[in-house]
């Protein structure tokens, strides 16, 4: 038994190298059929820098459409939002069109964003 109370553990050069990942390639092991859920380092990669671009543009939008994008963002309807600003669902309408429009010229580069599939 490998005594840990120094810190270190005494391997050596004559025992099996041991996998950690042994489980997962072994059919009958109970963690065999669990998937990987773990995005691979390039996608989240890109993930995290849509997202921060994505956080740049909402932030450099006008205070009404930033509050709306932030809002639709945490999954809110626009008769919330417009209930919560204290205006109406057509002056809600109007900030989403200018939101749309301007999102559809300037986020052009996440139409093939990890974020979208």
Do not use: N
């Amino acid at each position: 038994m490998a005594d840990y109370s120094q810190g270190y553990a005494y391997c050596s050069p004559f025992l099996p190298v041991l996998s950690l990942d042994a489980h997962l390639a072994w059919p009958e092991s109970p963690v065999f059929d669990i998937p990987d859920t773990d995005d691979d380092p390039e996608a989240a990669l890109a993930r995290d820098q849509d997202l921060a671009f994505l956080r740049g543009w909402v932030l450099s939008r006008p205070p009404g459409q930033r509050r709306l994008a932030e809002a639709l963002m945490r999954g809110e309807t626009q008769v919330e939002v417009a209930r919560r600003e204290g205006v109406t669902e057509a002056a809600i309408s109007k900030r989403m069109k200018a939101l749309v429009q301007a999102g559809g010229r300037d986020l052009q580069r996440l139409r093939r964003s990890v974020l979208l599939h």
